[in-house]
Antibody, heavy 120, light 110 residues
């Protein structure tokens, strides 16, 4: 049973880079069976897909965020990471990591989420 | 890619049914049978309730059902129970490993 856990700073200053890590347990991030994704949810608002990565390093980004997003994978630590640059208050949100089984097109296992606030 | 359109709210009495719509375009909902639905209780992570338009993961009650016609998908919750009160989001595959979510619907059990 996969379990995912987000970690990272809860407060980021405007114009800086938001960095989060998702640790995967109960399975290998190097498995060819999954993609690994990030989703965010501003307070009181809806969900937004940020992007995803395959263990090989292939990445897929939401076109609206593509210029600011980098998702990477660290197989030695069984983790994948999110970097979002030039943040503003609009990037304040709960950030979730999740898995997508290959050949499936839905997020089947989610982390608990972590709130990141952008403020000086 | 624009968010899929859902009604902001829906409600029903215990035992009744409620149906939530999710409208997209031919580039997402209408183009793929990859619509999923998520239930989210306050302060919790979303939980998968329906995938591939109408399939239920193990453990999800058969009171939850999904369908699709053209660019609009629907989630029906039959025999409403108090624990069904939550926010519900649809999602669709939208090409090149991209996904789009709906605007969300708050379901209230009266």
């Amino acid at each position: 049973q996969l379990q995912l856990q987000e970690s990272g700073p809860g407060l980021v200053k405007p114009s800086e880079t938001l960095s989060l890590t998702c640790t995967v347990s109960g399975g290998s991030i190097s498995s060819s069976s999954y993609y690994w994704g990030w989703i965010r949810q501003p307070p009181g608002k809806g969900l937004e897909s940020i992007g995803s990565i395959y263990y090989s390093g292939s990445t897929y980004y939401n076109p609206s965020l593509k210029s600011r997003v980098t998702i990477s994978v660290d197989t030695s630590k069984n983790q994948f990471s999110l970097k979002l640059s030039s943040v503003t208050a609009a990037d304040t949100a709960v950030y979730y990591c999740a898995s997508i089984a290959v050949g499936r097109y839905y997020f089947d296992c989610w982390g608990q989420g972590t709130l990141v606030t952008v403020s000086s | 890619q624009s968010a899929l359109t859902q009604p902001p709210s829906a409600s029903g009495s215990p035992g009744q049914s409620v149906t939530i719509s999710c409208t997209g375009t031919s580039s997402d909902v209408g183009g793929y049978n990859y619509v999923s639905w998520y239930q989210q209780h306050p302060g919790k992570a979303p939980k998968l309730m329906i995938y591939e338009v109408s399939k239920r993961p193990s453990g999800v009650p058969d009171r939850f059902s999904g369908s699709k016609s053209g660019n609009t998908a629907s989630l029906t919750v039959s025999g409403l129970q108090a624990e069904d009160e939550a926010d519900y989001y649809c999602s669709s595959y939208a090409d090149s490993n991209n996904y789009v979510f709906g605007t969300g619907t708050k379901v209230t059990v009266l």
